[in-house]
């Protein structure tokens, strides 16, 4: 069984909050969390990995969008939904430098969120013309590959080798267990055991780094592993 994807839900609004939250776990494709204030919903998103985050546009503590200002430039990459009110006052910011991905608006059908829920995890994980900085790399998880960045030497991933890159760079500097990588990469696989993912981890490094012996990108820490933070870590676009 693979694991689900991680919902952040910000609201001080109970109704509101508890009704996204129960509506989610009853899909055993997601794990919501809550939070009840901004400045809770930035310590969430710096300390644990979320595939999503659901805001809603009245905070009791901060503007909510300075709160999505500072996640983006805390590092959080993933979308970000914001619940508004009718005639609402927030300003619907478009373009590649977008904070919030999509705005829906209250009231609103729960089949309306889910169908935006899907699309943008779907489209953050799959967009081929995402790209990502990793040391001298540009990392493209949609086609599997790496270009090195002064030679435009073009590397070819496997789709573990994908998974793998890709996971650990979406939970930033932070250190992954050995297990936790291997059910977001392989599921439950009583066969995969934690020297197949030492293997991938190994012809991940032959490829990403200069010195496969002195490791500079992938760290091997006590229980895991951790993807070096790099001066430039935002997502970028063709």
Known sequence: MAVGKRVLIVDDQTVLLDMINE?????????????????????????N??????????????NS???????????????????????????????ADKVVNEYITKPFRFAVLLSKI???????????????????FSFYPGVHLLIEDKTKQRI??????????KYLYRVS???VARDVLLEEVWGYNS????RTLETHIYRLRQKLEKNPSQTQIILTEPGGYRLVPQKNKDLKHN
């Open 23 to 47: 509506q989610l776990q009853l899909l055993e494709e997601f794990i919501p969390s809550v939070a009840n204030s901004g400045a809770e919903a930035l310590k969430e998103t710096q300390k």
């Open 49 to 62: 990995s979320y595939e999503i985050v659901i805001l809603n546009e009245g905070l009791p503590d901060m």
């Open 65 to 95: 969008f300075d709160v999505c200002s500072l996640m983006r430039i805390n590092g959080f990459r993933a979308p970000i939904i914001m619940i508004t009110k009718v005639n609402s006052n927030v300003e619907l910011v478009s373009g």
């Open 118 to 136: 899907r699309t943008l995890i779907r489209q953050f994980e799959n967009c081929n013309e995402e790209f990502f900085t990793i040391g001298p």
């Open 156 to 165: 070819r991933l496997t789709d573990k080798e994908t998974l793998i890159l």
């Open 173 to 175: 500097d932070r250190i």
């Open 191 to 194: 066969k995969v055991t934690t």
